[in-house]
Nanobody
Framework: VQLQASGGGTVQPGGSLRLSCVASGSIFRLNHMRWYRQAPGKQRELVAIITSTGGTNYGDSVKGRFTISRDNAKKTGYLQMNNLKPDDTAIYYC??????????????WGQGTLVTVSS
């Protein structure tokens, strides 16, 4: 099983980006998905979570600006980031709890995608 994150880049303050996280491999079910971020010199923080049934929750610093979503048929999660600020600069990681076809449950991590917000 692999998670592949993409969509990072450099954007000016106030701009937008959409991150994607695609799960592949012997997947029976994709449970909750999360996005984390880690800025230089800071601890990794939880940005957003979406449950298997579509329930969502966000970190205080991104509420009202970021939207997490998923497409179960494509085994893909998304993070739409609007009104980006310099403080959003970080490496963004996707994480998912996955049930594999042998009915084992484990957490998986993507490789991270860099988001830079700068004028």
């Amino acid at each position: 099983v692999q998670l592949q994150a993409s969509g990072g880049g450099t954007v000016q303050p106030g701009g937008s980006l959409r991150l994607s996280c695609v799960a592949s491999g012997s997947i029976f079910r994709l449970n909750h998905m999360r996005w984390y971020r880690q800025a230089p010199g800071k601890q990794r923080e939880l940005v957003a979570i979406i449950t298997s049934t579509g329930g969502t929750n966000y970190g205080d610093s991104v509420k009202g600006r970021f939207t997490i979503s998923r497409d179960n048929a494509k085994k893909t999660g998304y993070l739409q980031m609007n009104n980006l600020k310099p403080d959003d600069t970080a490496i963004y990681y996707c994480n998912a709890e996955i049930v594999t076809t042998d009915l084992r449950t484990a957490d998986y991590w993507g490789q991270g995608t860099l988001v830079t917000v700068s004028s």
